[in-house]
């Protein structure tokens, strides 16, 4: 089956208003007068991370995936669940899950252990406490907003080129940043967030497909690490930055770049440069084969 | 690495008093004046399912075994996030998850899919509300406490013997049912208290080291559903009935036998008919290579 029809037949099922987690979105629940937001990742060996990844930067970034996810939804972490595919290099995981936990503040709930796995997986649950309601999701763009990102695309694709030199981009790429404390900040003033893990122009045309509505984008403002290779960087995913749309004008308390302007649904989800994207085919890392 | 020994490793990294989730049981959580209770369970295809199992079958057990544990926590679930592993039979999936979200009214909230696996996986979390406080754990049978177990065991052994029979026994090992009811009324009676997946004699012999005690067992009280072969029922896995231990005497709200009494730890673990037990190898399902 289809990821996408998969994640259809899904929907189905979910008939609960927490449900919006389905597909990539986190869960947001209500309990005890708490906003609680639920995300769960799994990284699988030569999908998501080469064969030959040192499992302290599997830990990292299954971790840090996840915690990327809340960061979108301007929650602070309450904890994590890891399962974790027992095999070579254990010793390197736990160090590295040592060492974004103690990053992120982020305390370890619990999780299972799993052997026998012919290709590795890791999967992770992230629990957070919402800091703002409503809580943002990809859904809430109305024409007329700006549209944002911040930080710069492309460092992740720069860093796997420069793998193991511990250059900015390399930590770029092995020890990505969740921006926990710029989604909290940010929680307030968007209209829609998420986290941009597989390529800018990707999560462009969802969030505009969840919002019903059309992204106007102009190439030339968009914030890249490497300017002659632009293209490549705005499809490279990996860079965990967030995408947001905000009223024009509206005053930011983080740093971003105003990308494109959010208009109108009509034949089109994306528009760059005056030109009309037919589909998300080749726009982003689509890894859910 | 040990599964031991990396489970150990975790619990160096755990500080927070919550992370009793490691290694088997669900974490437990203070939110907001609400307790949450959260686990996580990962099914690998050949490890923890056959790989001729009906994928809705697989669909019902991952989210069956998620919730057996928050059962024996006494909570009362919240939702569900599953992640599934993309192949053959997608649509069965669906219709299992279906089935078994129906069967316990708990809401699918969110999950994620993953494709490329070449032996799959599939990861559930479920978050539910604990009905009762404290929230039982495996860590406090205490000396003079009887010791009970549920229902009947051996049944999914036979049920694997007679797959697709249709008969009870079929369905037990199939279709288990999580104790949700019997777990919330049984929270507040009990002192420890934990479901049975990897065999009576091993999670007895599980709960006696957790709760730093010695387990005394009289086999001829063990509930088996085949007399004959009550030593292989006593080690087999995959019935999630719930053991628990009570004050001698209690009045208990749920049908349970009396299996035996918590004694002081000494040298030994468990004592089965006067018989010390050495080692807990051979006592049961192991499946944490």
Request: hydrophobic share 45%; net charge negative.
């Amino acid at each position: 089956m289809e990821e996408s029809a998969f994640i259809a037949a899904l929907r189905d099922l979910a008939t609960h208003p927490a449900a919006r987690g389905l597909g990539d979105d986190a869960a947001v629940l209500e309990v005890g007068g708490e906003t609680l937001v639920l995300t769960h990742d799994t990284l699988v060996q030569s999908v998501h991370v080469r064969t030959d990844e040192d499992p302290a930067d599997i830990a990292w970034k299954l971790v840090a995936v996840n915690l990327s996810d809340l960061a979108a939804k301007g929650a602070v972490p309450l904890g994590l669940l890891v399962s974790h595919a027992l095999g070579a290099g254990d010793e390197r995981f736990v160090e590295g899950l040592r060492e974004v936990l103690a990053a992120h503040d982020a305390p370890l709930l619990g999780g299972d252990t799993v052997g026998g796995m012919a290709k590795r997986a890791w999967g992770c649950t992230a629990i957070g406490r919402a800091s703002h309601a409503p809580v943002p999701d990809r859904r809430g763009a109305r024409p007329g907003d700006a549209i944002h990102v911040t930080g710069e695309l492309g460092r992740a694709m720069l860093g796997m080129e420069e793998r193991g030199s511990g250059s900015a981009n390399d930590l770029a790429y092995r020890r990505p940043t969740p921006l926990l404390a710029e989604g909290q900040a940010l929680a307030p003033h968007v209209s829609a967030m998420m986290d941009v893990s597989d390529g800018l122009l990707l999560d462009c045309w969802r969030m505009a497909e969840a919002s019903g509505t059309c992204f106007e984008l102009d190439s030339r403002s968009f914030p890249v690490a490497e300017p002659a290779r632009k293209d490549a960087c705005v499809r490279w995913g990996d860079d965990y930055q967030l995408l947001f749309t905000a009223p024009e004008g509206a005053s930011l308390p983080v740093l971003a770049t105003r990308i494109g302007v959010v208009r109108p649904k009509e034949a089109a989800l994306l528009v760059i440069d005056g030109e009309t994207i037919q589909n998300s085919d080749g726009l982003g890392y689509s890894h859910r084969a």
